[in-house]
């Protein structure tokens, strides 16, 4: 059976993000992976020397660069109508 987890992947340089707050260039959910992966990976590596910390920062790293792969197929749903409707928040956390 075929696979097309790498091709759905692709896909995220096509979903724009919902922004909180006005930008003056739209960002879509690649960049916002990618720079959501260097922030992670920074900060468990800051954790482990600064403050003692055990973090795997490699793992911290590919979390954040997956953590909105689902919405390849959801899209990005705005903050407010995903976390401030009970049934709306249950079905997604299915799908993710």
Known sequence: MPHHFFAYL???KHIR???LMRNTLP???MEHAMQAAMIAHGLALL???RFGRG???ERAMALALYHDASEVITGDLPT???HNNPQ???EYH???
Do not use: L, Q, V
Request: aromatic fraction near 8%; charged fraction near 35%; charge should be positive.
């Open 10 to 12: 692709s896909r995220m």
């Open 17 to 19: 993000r919902w922004g």
């Open 27 to 29: 960002e879509n959910d």
């Open 47 to 49: 954790g482990n020397t």
């Open 55 to 57: 973090y795997n920062p």
């Open 80 to 82: 407010p109508i995903k």
């Open 88 to 90: 709306i928040k249950a």
């Open 94 to 96: 299915k799908i993710e």
